[in-house]
């Protein structure tokens, strides 16, 4: 006798295990069993047609963030926002992205960059927001004076050409290629609204109607994902820093949100103002531009937390690399050299560039950033969390249920967190006191670093909850920069077996995930009631869940659009482990 698998569709996969089900062949959980969030991240999101005719592939990169996404290449996140403002498709085309390229993203129907690995920023910002990906194209070379892409074979994409990117296999396609629209996203957005668990049952409420293939798929990713929701232990939070980002997290089933990160938000416009802060020559000076920072902090909260009523909204405190929110010390120098050499002298400039050359540093990463940042300049961390207070205190007095928390970033020593702590406690204590009624927030940390991560016993009696950061955790462990390795010699470590896949990717559960589980232990011993979760990139990685399923941690926080497969994995790794 033989037996071999049989292969099948992602789609084939749901259809057939919700099917044996009826027949009484298996249970519900054997069924959920029977399907991954591999499966599923493959149906939500567009792919190519594999009937639409002949393709032109020109290169394949890294496959950043799935999906498939055809539009017009634009070389600059101004061109990207205006064609997409008239209507039109757009591909960002960049070497490699920066947060000045946001907006650019935001507006793009898929980012192209031919530098960078899987956590690049490109790859991050992109998964967040649900956008189409394709990283470290090095075949390409990006000529942004001559606004075009050259091949390997000397052929050439123009800007306003057409371009068609694969998120889930890498591959770049000039022209266009047909794509087909994902059928099940309206059936996981109807099931997380849906408070009735499956039974088991071929009609329970809730279930699509829809005839045919078609409807058979979507009412048996319904009947799984609710099936998923009634045995999980973990909860599933999302990674979100707007409204918009709030809102479509809900809308996926998160149970709060476990991110929320507040450097965006300072962005544009904006961040003159942070630069102001940061640069002040004086108390008056810095005082100044906090004020005028305050309203806009409080206006982004207050959106934040409509969108979250009820549900916990886990706020890290401003935690950027110092120099994204100073002038380029090149483009900076450049300027008073050129001012000196017309013996028109800059006496502002030159004042700026010192100030500048004082606060560079060598590796930003591990400088002026997080706890660091809130304890060297005065009043930033303040304003934040004077913000979050008055924003919850505005909807309480309108009937709303605001759960923040307060997350204090790249925390190394107790002494650290407590200082930031007791100064929040007096600014809640001063917004209560101007009458924003009883506000009592959890003040907790994130955990990224190793020696946070064995002092947890200590930091934990102070601290209210745990967030650990796998992400720089992964990179402080292995001594990684993941901006600069991931494409340099991951291949060839992959290649060598030293790694099955990047430790950014899937967690190293050997290294990594021993950190991670004898700081939630230890944490834990020392405050019964410690929640701990996980908001790095493994928040979202089905193998990830399913190590910390085992290790008990509370929650994981993943981008909005990895909220469905996390909910997946969370009752799939609850069931592997009774």
């Known amino acids: 006798l033989q037996t071999r698998v049989g292969k099948r569709t992602a789609a084939a996969a749901f259809r057939i295990a919700v099917q044996l089900v009826d027949e009484d062949v298996i249970d519900m959980d054997e069924a959920l069993l029977r399907v991954t969030g591999a499966q599923l991240a493959q149906l939500m999101f567009p792919q190519f047609d594999k009937d639409g005719g002949e393709r032109q592939l020109i290169a394949t990169g890294m496959a950043a ?65 649900g956008r189409t990906c394709v990283v470290g194209v090095e075949a390409l070379r990006v000529d942004l004076k001559q ?14 050409e057409l371009l068609s990117i694969d998120g889930s296999t890498g591959e770049v ?54 099936h998923s929701d009634s045995v999980a232990r973990m909860h ?42 940061i640069l002040a020559r004086s108390d008056e000076q810095r005082e100044s531009a906090l004020q005028e920072l ?34 380029d010390l090149t483009e900076l120098s450049v300027k008073v050299a050129v001012a000196d050499a017309l013996g028109k002298p800059d006496e502002e400039g030159e004042a700026l560039l010192q100030e500048v050359q004082r606060h560079n540093e060598q590796n930003p990463m591990l400088g002026m950033r997080g706890v660091r940042l809130g304890l060297t300049v005065p009043g930033l961390f303040q304003l934040q969390v004077r913000a979050i207070a008055e924003a919850a205190a505005q909807l309480k007095k309108r009937g709303l249920d605001p759960r923040p928390e307060i997350m204090v970033p790249l925390v190394g020593d107790v002494k650290e967190f407590a200082i930031i702590k007791e100064q929040s406690l007096a600014t809640l204590a001063d917004v209560v006191a101007e009458g924003g009624s009883d506000l009592h927030f959890p003040i907790g940390t994130m955990i990224e670093l190793p020696r946070a991560a064995m002092t947890a016993g200590a930091i934990a009696g102070e601290a209210e ?30 290649d060598a077996g030293i ?18 589980a004898v700081a939630a232990w230890e944490g834990k011993e020392a405050r019964g009631d410690l929640v701990v979760g996980v908001c790095g990139e493994h928040g979202g990685d ?37």
């Open 542 to 578: 089905p193998a990830s869940i399913h190590f910390f399923e085992s290790i008990q941690l509370d929650y994981v926080s993943c981008s909005p659009f990895r909220v469905p497969v996390a909910r997946l994995e969370a009752g799939r790794a609850r069931l592997e482990a009774i």
């Open 173 to 226: 396609f000039a022209g266009a290629v047909p794509v087909t629209a994902s059928a099940v996203v309206a059936a996981l957005l109807e099931s997380s609204s849906d408070d009735d668990d499956a039974d088991g049952a071929g009609d329970g409420d809730g279930e699509s109607h829809a005839e045919g293939e078609h409807g058979e798929l979507i009412e048996a990713v319904q009947r799984l994902m609710r």
């Open 499 to 516: 790694f099955a896949v990047s430790p950014f990717e899937t967690l190293d559960v050997a290294g990594v995930g021993r950190i991670v």
């Open 465 to 494: 909850f745990f967030s650990f950061g796998t992400n720089d955790m992964t990179q402080t462990t292995w001594g990684f920069s993941r901006d600069d390795v991931e494409a340099a010699f991951f291949p060839h470590y992959i």
């Open 294 to 327: 305050l309203p806009l902090q409080r206006h982004d909260f207050l959106g934040i937390f409509e969108a979250m009523d009820g549900l916990p909204v886990v706020v890290r405190l401003l935690d950027p690399p110092l120099h994204e929110f100073l002038p």
């Open 236 to 277: 599933v939070r999302a990674n979100a820093d707007t409204p918009e980002d709030a809102e479509r997290a809900r809308a996926f089933g998160a149970q709060g949100i476990g991110l929320c990160r507040t450097e965006h938000m300072f962005l544009g416009a904006r961040r003159k103002i942070v630069e102001r802060v």
């Open 147 to 160: 606004r075009e892409i050259r091949t390997p074979d000397g052929a050439h994409v123009g800007e306003g």
């Open 65 to 129: 963030s799935p999906g498939a996404a055809v539009g017009k290449a634009a070389f600059d996140s101004a061109t990207a926002v205006e064609w997409a403002a008239r209507g039109e498709s757009v591909i960002l085309v960049r070497r490699e992205t920066n947060p000045d390229d946001l907006s650019g993203m935001i507006a793009a129907a898929g980012v192209l960059t031919s530098r960078g690995g899987k956590t690049s920023h490109a790859a991050v910002v992109a998964r967040g927001m």
